[in-house]
């Protein structure tokens, strides 16, 4: 058996071996299938290890992109942390134009020498492919690559182009931002070739995604800026045409405005001027100084396309000035340079027929040194929106200036009107001065001596002023007195009509006589040509005298003065023979009678020329208010978005007719308070039936409550017998009592009147309430007496005001005068005319139960007896 095995055993040997050997290529190709599942694990690791770095980097860079909206910010952190993650020697981003010319915006270079930035690349023939942009591979999201400029299948201008840019291999990924192929998103390897990887592409690409989202955002965000800069600008131009009445402060605040926030080289603007046929530079505004200041520059129009263009109302866009083929554009290229942008100023409200050229006032006309810059839509808008508000801001303000100077006009006229009345007031005063002297006194030198002093004084310019009386053969005069501040004196020297025939015998006619001569007899010595007014001193009865005054030649006496002069020798007449009268005759009544007349003339002359002026501003006013209707300018009461009324001249104008009825009114009441106080006009008593009568007059106030929100009730006692007094004197003081409480009475409350029957021992015992009694002394045996109330509910007189408001021009402090307006007068003349019938007038104000405030007015008069002739 150890035979057979140990023959088998010799037999089975090469078997043997060659089981050993299997074994050993065996265990020698596991060896191997081991390694290598080494190494792919180690490669699927590094790999996966890659793609989790990536995605890091992708992340990181995406929420650096959402949370910038600065463009260059967010451009330039991607292009400077892809060249650090990608390892290449430069990345750029490149953005086209609306020409889809483009330059590089952004990038990040190993190097300074292979900086690119702010370089416009022109690619000839990728230019020729974006021929239709819309359809081009690049907005399809196409990824372009060279691995080796050299080597690979590229045109021979791009490979040339390539090389120019020191390029050995490229990898573009388009930005399409909404559609829109905005850029691009390159990286070169400039030192040697380079095998790009799908990772980088993939990593490339998604970053193009987060750019597209970033810069769609921060455009978003760049527009919502531009539109609230162009708002605000907008808001400051309205604000600087609210501040200022100025035209060239508001064009010095809009082209600065304007060139600050378009960061332009220049902002100029230049009003047309057809009359001239030219355009002028109105405001200029420069970045720098040093740039030529074209303030004041004349532009011709003839010729000139560009201006022809702008008549037209048509934005006109210039490349350069160089590059337009007008001499008169050629003429200003060279001081100013670059590309323009001119707008048209266009005029507000100008007639269908004004010819075309007129439609422009001017433009606003933008440059940026640089030629050929592309304007961009946001920019046009907001200089649009700049243009719209300097159009409005000349309108508005031209309209100012002529309504100013209309104003300027009427200040003009209404201030000489003033100060003619004025004039007219203190020749009144000095006249009433000398009115009173002549009545205080009956001596003839005193009388005399205090008109020429009053008149030498009250005049201006009055070197001397001299009065003589003629000698009863009318051929020579006495000068009697004297008021000198100058000339040297000749009182009590005689004069002989023979030394001057011409002039005397025109005084002795009756006529003044104002010339220019050498100082007149007996002054010789006096060689000064002196202004000269002779008026006689004058009566029905003849010649009295005459009075001389004296000025410097280069003035003279104009109508009211010598008017004046006139009343003046009018009122010495009056002295002269009143005071011979008194000494001479008693019998001389007649003659003192007519003389009476005379002040009675005065006072209507007095009147007239009070009335005049205001008559005459009147009638100004009503001529103004044609004129202006027909202009369309009076009549707007709306108001503009502001709260401001869109016309001023309306108000103004209401002003204006407001306070010279109020001039009116105040010279009105002047003169009856006048004459109440002479007492010149008779009473007219006639019998009133208080219950018809009363309301009657209030019937004419009905409409007024109605308007003014406020309750009229009129309550009369019944079975009043009738009332004789004088029914203008009683109708006015009804009137003027409730054109007060319609004045004062706030909406809302009521307005009473009532008459009844008065007793005499109750009123004497009301609250606080005391007067004189009427019927003493003027009618001590009155029969009948009655009260006339007006009570107004709403409104409380302090108790120290009510004893001064009958006072003339007094009013209440805390009334608003600019409110209620009126001259103080009314209630004054109110207790006059009262006084007159010889009533009495009493106020009572106090608080009512609901603290509402009462104030009642009664008036207490007579029944006075009429005339045998009356009945």
Known sequence: MRDLGDAHDSENDPEREANKEADKGANKEAENLEGRSLADMQQTLATEQQAIERERFITRLAQTIRQSLDLQTMLHATVEQVRHFLKVDRVLIYQFQPDWSGKVVAESVARDPLSLLDRVIEDPCFAASLSLPDSHPYVSGRIHRVNDVQRDDLSDCYREMLTQLQVQAVLIIPIVVQDRLWGLLVS?????????DALSEDLLQQLSTQLAIGISQAELYRQTQQQAQKEQLVNQLVQAVRNSLDLQT??????????????LDRAELVRYQPEQGCWINVCSYRNRPELPDANGVVIPDEGNPIAAGLKQLQVMHVSSLADEPDPISQSFAEHFPGAWMLVPIPRISIAETEAAERRVWGSLSLNYQQPSRQWQSWELETVQAVVDQLAIAIQQLSLYQSVQRLNDDLEHQVAHRTAQLQQALEFEALLKRITDKVRDSLDEAQILQGV?????????GILCCRTATYSPDLQSSIISYE???WLPSAEGQAVLFSD????????LAGLPFQFCQMAPDPLPQVQESLAVLAFPVFDDQGILGDIWLFRERQQWFNDAEIRLVQQVATQCAIAIRQARLYYTSLSQVEELERLNRLKDDFLSTVSHELRTPIAGIKMSIQLLEIHLNRLGILGDSRSDPYGNRSNPITRYFQILQDECQRESDLINNLLDLSHLDAEVDPLLPSEIRLDLWVPHIAEAFIEQTRDNQQQLFINVAANLPPLITDSSYLERILTELL??????????????VEARPW????????SGQSFADPTEPAYPNAPTLFQICVTNTGVEIPEAERDRIFERFYRIPSNDPWRYGGTGLGLALVKRLVERLGGAIAVESSHTEDSRGETCFTVTLPSLELTSGER
């Open 188 to 196: 070169h390897h400039c030192t040697a070739p380079h095998q790009w």
């Open 250 to 263: 508001v064009f010095a605040n809009a082209t600065t405005a304007i060139g600050e926030m378009l960061r």
């Open 452 to 460: 020429v002093e009053e008149v030498g004084q009250g005049l201006p």
């Open 483 to 485: 008021y000198t501040t």
């Open 500 to 507: 001057k025939p011409d002039l005397y015998r025109q005084l």
């Open 739 to 752: 054109t007060n409480a319609c004045k004062y009475t706030p909406a809302g409350e009521r307005i009473t």
């Open 759 to 766: 007793n005499r021992s109750r009123n004497h015992h009301q």
